[in-house]
């Protein structure tokens, strides 16, 4: 430490040097946020108005003993089920749809690049649309493409899984030609100048030392499908999310108690799930 | 060759999971697309458009999307802050019972979704942003706190057994020892957490946590599509927005 005269405070003690600015800072930080703080309404005394506090401390009351009973435990394993078919279903559709834009979108197979080191404005141009639709697929988030598709297709699943498919395909396209691209490039070129055709390019030259890169990103993203299905019930797309839905409406607490603790359970579960797989097939 | 073997039955297993999720759901695309499905969705889709550009209500969503944005920098910071306070428990800096507890609390934070707090947040706080502040800054907590822990735990033991020998207090020692080092990745955990918390916010109104979601919900349930289109192209905006501007961040001092 340098400290010098100055740094000393009045008791002898050393101070620190940068107090000063850190102190501004922080002012203008919490300047900064003062309007933010009015905008979201921020008052902690609403957590203890007692109107509030008796609704919630009845709710809470209620949170013991937790719901086990086998009718509600039945339900509850199906809903759980259902989650993770939504979660399942929905990835390997947006698959379907990933992977063919993934192929169009990425500049890894261009054959023009071949020339130029570059791919020609033509291909740019073409690619650019597949581009574009995967950047609106995945920008609007997944509960509201099943709000939507519950009002077009009905309360249910079907709904959930469709909004899944639709926004995963569009963050599973946007990455996977991102991998593509970033393996090296010579085993597919090399194949392209012989003259093969682009898809066989692709299969030999790139799958092979990306298989690793997707394999576990899509199951990151499977991870990620499983808590968004979760919640999907909450605008009416079945799943675990209707039923705590349903349960924090009719202040069910022990319900939701037991719902709660199934969401910590397949968080963690899944957590786990994906890691071995990912030792396993990466 | 045992190794192919093994892959091999994890890959029959994923199929069959495949399977049996499309036949549990008993999903039926076929009645969703023929006979006249196609064209309700067809003229549903239709109602959306042209998207209502009246002034009065694209100044409703810009207030909407201000709300959203103030929800989502409250929320996260909050986070933070009660992420770090958390983080020091559960990095063992205070003892292995306090480590446990941090650790369970933070897992069990963590592990409920966003819009299942604000849905219970509107209960504790009535209807409005200030739930969905409440709501985003538990999940986020539970998020960071974990990172956070991580990050301390990563952090090179040298520089603050120096400053202990040298007789500094621990505080002193863990805010110019441990916490220079570590402050930087605390900083860009928070800002991508700011990041998904934007969007976040942008939906959590759906259980009537304010912002623009709860916008959407509203004129979807009124039937007023051309006002939802806006809505949604409101949040389409601000996403890509907020997109463009971390990448930038990111080039720049990433």
Redesign the interface.
């Known amino acids: 430490m340098y400290l010098s005269g100055t740094d000393v405070g009045v008791h002898g003690r050393p101070r620190d040097p940068a107090a000063l600015p850190r102190l501004l800072l922080t002012i203008l930080a919490l300047l900064v946020?003062w309007?933010?703080?009015v905008?979201?309404?921020?008052?902690l005394a609403?957590?203890v108005d007692p109107r509030?506090l008796d609704?919630?401390a009845r709710?809470l009351a209620g949170f013991w003993p937790p719901e086990l009973s086998s009718g509600f435990l039945t339900l509850l394993g199906k809903a759980t089920?259902?989650t993770?078919?939504?979660a399942?279903?929905g990835l390997?559709l947006a698959l379907l749809l990933a992977v063919p834009l993934s192929l169009i979108s990425s500049h890894a197979l261009s054959v023009s690049a071949l020339a130029r080191g570059q791919p020609s404005p033509v291909g740019r141009m073409l690619r650019y649309p597949a581009r574009l639709l995967l950047?609106?697929l995945r920008?609007?988030?997944e509960?509201?493409w099943a709000?939507?598709f519950v009002?077009?297709?009905g309360l249910g699943?079907?709904a959930g899984?469709l909004a899944i498919a639709i926004t995963y395909s569009g963050m599973l396209g946007k990455v996977y030609a991102e991998i593509y691209e970033s393996v090296d490039r010579r085993p597919a070129q090399a194949l392209l100048q012989a003259g093969s055709s682009r898809l066989a390019a692709f299969c030999y030259g790139i799958l092979p030392a990306a298989a690793q890169e997707l394999t576990s990103y899509t199951l990151y993203r499977w991870e990620c499908a499983i808590?968004a299905s979760?919640?999907m019930g909450?605008?009416g797309a079945g799943g675990l999310?209707q039923m705590?839905?349903l349960s924090?409406r009719m202040f069910a607490g022990g319900e939701?108690v037991t719902i709660?603790l199934t969401?910590?359970v397949?968080?963690?579960a899944a957590d786990q799930l994906s890691n071995l797989?990912r030792r396993?097939?990466a | 060759m045992k190794r192919q073997f093994?892959?091999l039955i994890?890959?029959a297993l994923?199929l069959a999971?495949?399977v049996?999720?499309?036949s549990?759901?008993k999903?039926?695309f076929v009645a969703?697309f023929a006979g006249d499905g196609l064209q309700?969705?067809h003229s549903?889709?239709a109602s959306f458009f042209p998207p209502d550009t009246s002034t009065n209500w694209l100044r409703q969503i810009f207030h909407g999307s201000?709300?959203t944005?103030?929800?989502s920098?409250?929320g996260t910071?909050l986070a933070a802050l009660a992420g770090a306070a958390l983080s020091l428990l559960a990095a063992g800096r205070l003892g292995t019972v306090a480590k446990l507890l941090a650790r369970l609390l933070l897992?069990?934070l963590?592990?409920?979704?966003?819009?299942?707090w604000a849905?219970?947040m509107v209960?504790?706080?009535?209807l409005?942003?200030?739930a969905?502040?409440l709501a985003l800054a538990l999940h986020t907590a539970g998020v960071l706190g974990r990172l956070f822990a991580e990050a301390l735990e990563n952090a090179p033991p040298g520089p603050t057994r120096a400053l202990r020998e040298a007789g500094a207090g621990p505080v002193a020692a863990f805010c110019y020892g441990t916490l220079p080092g570590v402050l930087a990745q605390w900083l860009s955990y928070t800002l991508y957490r700011w990041e998904n918390n934007i969007?976040?916010a942008?939906?959590l109104g759906?259980?009537g946590a304010?912002g623009l979601g709860q916008m959407?919900?509203v004129t979807?349930s009124l039937f007023q599509q051309p006002r939802a289109a806006s809505v949604?192209l409101a949040?389409?905006v601000m996403?890509?927005l907020v997109?463009a501007l971390s990448a930038w961040l990111r080039r720049r001092w990433g």
């Open positions: 946020l309007p933010g703080l905008l979201t309404e921020f008052n609403t957590l509030n609704i919630f709710f089920l259902e993770l078919a939504m399942t279903a390997v950047i609106i920008s609007i988030p509960i509201v709000l939507l009002r077009a297709v699943p079907t899984v808590r979760v919640i909450f605008v999310g705590i839905d924090i939701v709660l969401f910590l397949l968080v963690l797989l396993r097939l | 093994e892959a994890w890959v994923l999971a495949v049996a999720s499309f549990w759901l999903l039926d969703l309700q969705m549903y889709a201000l709300e944005l103030a929800i920098a409250i910071l897992n069990a963590r592990s409920i979704p966003e819009l299942v849905a219970l209960l504790a706080a009535g409005g942003p200030f969905g502040t969007r976040m942008a939906v759906f259980v304010g959407l919900y979807l949604i949040m389409l996403v890509l997109d």
